[in-house]
Nanobody, 115 residues
Framework: QVQLVESGGGLVQAGGSLRLSCAAS????????MGWYRQGPGKQRELVAG???????NYADSVKGRFTVSRDFAKNTVYLQMNSLKSEDTAVYYC?????????WGQGTQVTVSS
C-alpha cells in the first residue's frame, strides 16, 4: 500500500511563494504518473502539475510560468514550487500517484492566499 504525505501548505500573501512536498512510502520511479491536484472552495478537483509516463511535465494553463514541479528520486519526494501566488490559488492541494493497477492520494494540504 502506497502512502503519500504532503507538507508545506499554509497562509501566504498574494505575490508570495510556497513549496509543497509529497513524500512517498515507496519508490517514485515505480509510478506511471505523479503530480499535484487542487480543489478550491466550491470547485472540482483539477490537475495543477505533474509528470507524465514518459517523464515530461505538464501544467494547468492557470499556473504556467508560476509553478514548477520537480522530483527527487533519492528522497522519493515530489515538490511543487509555487511563486507569484494569487487568491485564486487558494485550495487544498493533493498529491497523486498512479501505478498500472491503482491510484493513490495524499491527505491534502491547505494553501490559503490572502489578497
Amino acid at each position: 500500500q502506497v502512502q503519500l504525505v504532503e507538507s508545506g501548505g499554509g497562509l501566504v500573501q498574494a505575490g508570495g511563494s510556497l513549496r509543497l512536498s509529497c513524500a512517498a512510502s515507496g519508490s517514485i520511479a515505480s509510478f506511471k504518473t505523479m503530480g499535484w491536484y487542487r480543489q478550491g472552495p466550491g470547485k472540482q478537483r483539477e490537475l495543477v502539475a505533474g509528470f507524465t509516463r514518459g517523464g515530461s511535465t505538464n501544467y494547468a494553463d492557470s499556473v504556467k510560468g508560476r509553478f514548477t514541479v520537480s522530483r527527487d528520486f533519492a528522497k522519493n519526494t515530489v515538490y511543487l514550487q509555487m511563486n507569484s501566488l494569487k487568491s485564486e490559488d487558494t485550495a487544498v492541494y493533493y498529491c497523486n500517484a498512479e501505478t498500472w493497477n491503482s491510484g493513490y492520494w495524499g491527505q491534502g494540504t491547505q494553501v490559503t492566499v490572502s489578497s
